[in-house]
């Protein structure tokens, strides 16, 4: 049962949904077990969508309806809007919380004043069990372990932030219609500003999305890879953290370098020894995640990653070309908008 802490900043939690089915029903349910007690739970339901508002009702959430589809940065604004507590959490419709989430929270922002916000992690135990959710969820919780304590962005999956200095920097930029960087973007706005917004390893959300090849290219490439390219062309953010690793940037060279070499050899065929080189560059530059994965699956799972996660090289590669292509040709300038 959830208890009441003095003297700890409240915390309004956000969820921005549309069709949630029994993930939303799972994330609402693992509220109920948090040892500290939200001030108030805000479901925003972006659209038609009656089946999520009636179980966000059932939970005793307060329910926000949007007419039409506007995507998860409206949602959230519209829900930071009607907040009322110190901090407001966003958490996805589709990721549960663990018991000592918002305790872990509350203390850090109530031991560090000059925090505007923080950041989680997904755990290493992915709600949907098959090979390309487990592996991509892992993934993204070994890129979050790994990461700089002192976060260079921020993420609205599990994502805090102090109430007022979000309204005043104007929330998430409404011009993402769909579930992209919207969140990324509001981190690079707040580092711009000089906040400080903090990783904290040890908070984590479980993940449940059950991720298909489809899914996966859709998101990675279509609205983060592409998207994420301009904006860092935009504020000229090339951190070396998370996904934008001086690795992961030679790993893309190493990936088109092997293609190259491949194509080559049908003409050259002594290029398949540079061919491979390259693997074994691939492999060593890369050795930290395959271990890792080593770890927690064992020697097959990380044998099935390797495709993938050379796959996630090329296809970053690509999305970065073609996202400065398009950045060049739309003649955009440094700006932090929506409030500079």
């Known amino acids: 049962m959830a208890e009441t802490y003095i003297n700890v900043p409240s915390i309004s939690i956000i969820i921005p949904v549309y069709r949630g089915g029994k993930s939303f029903s799972y994330c609402l349910a693992s509220l109920e077990n948090s040892l500290l007690s939200p001030a108030e739970v805000i479901v925003i339901v972006d659209g038609d969508d009656p089946e999520s508002y009636q179980v966000a009702q059932e939970y005793g959430a307060k329910v926000l309806q949007l007419k039409a589809n506007r995507g998860p940065a409206t949602a959230r604004n519209i829900g930071a809007e009607a907040a009322k507590g110190d901090i407001i959490f966003f958490i996805d419709a589709d990721v549960t919380i663990y018991p000592d989430t918002l305790e872990k929270i509350a203390t850090v922002f109530q031991n560090d004043h000059q925090l505007a916000a923080l950041i989680g992690s997904y755990d290493d135990q992915p709600g949907a069990s098959n090979f390309l959710s487990q592996y991509k969820n892992l993934f993204h919780h070994y890129n979050h372990q790994i990461g700089s304590e002192e976060a260079s962005t921020f993420w609205g999956a599990c994502g805090g932030i102090r109430r007022d200095i979000f309204l005043n920097m104007g929330g998430f930029d409404e011009s993402y219609r769909r579930p992209c960087i919207e969140d990324i973007e509001l981190g690079y706005r707040l580092k711009a500003k000089g906040y400080r917004i903090r990783l904290c390893k040890n908070i984590y959300v479980k993940h449940l999305k059950h991720w298909t090849p489809y899914s996966l290219l859709r998101a990675d490439f279509f609205y983060r890879a592409l998207p994420w390219t301009e904006l860092i062309h935009r504020d000229?953010?090339?951190?070396?953290?998370?996904?934008?690793?001086?690795?992961?940037?030679?790993?893309?060279?190493?990936?088109?370098?092997?293609?190259?070499?491949?194509?080559?050899?049908?003409?050259?065929?002594?290029?398949?020894?540079?061919?491979?080189?390259?693997?074994?560059?691939?492999?060593?530059?890369?050795?930290?995640?395959?271990?890792?994965?080593?770890?927690?699956?064992?020697?097959?799972?990380?044998?099935?990653?390797?495709?993938?996660?050379?796959?996630?090289?090329?296809?970053?590669?690509?999305?970065?070309v073609i996202g400065t292509a398009k950045y060049r040709l739309k003649g955009n300038r440094p700006t932090l908008s929506p409030s500079a």
């Open 236 to 320: 000229r953010n090339f951190v070396n953290d998370l996904n934008l690793q001086w690795s992961s940037r030679l790993s893309v060279i190493c990936i088109y370098s092997l293609l190259m070499a491949i194509l080559g050899s049908i003409w050259f065929p002594p290029l398949l020894w540079l061919g491979g080189l390259l693997i074994v560059g691939l492999i060593v530059l890369n050795w930290p995640v395959y271990q890792f994965f080593l770890k927690k699956r064992g020697l097959l799972f990380t044998l099935k990653t390797l495709p993938w996660h050379w796959f996630y090289y090329f296809y970053s590669g690509l999305a970065f």
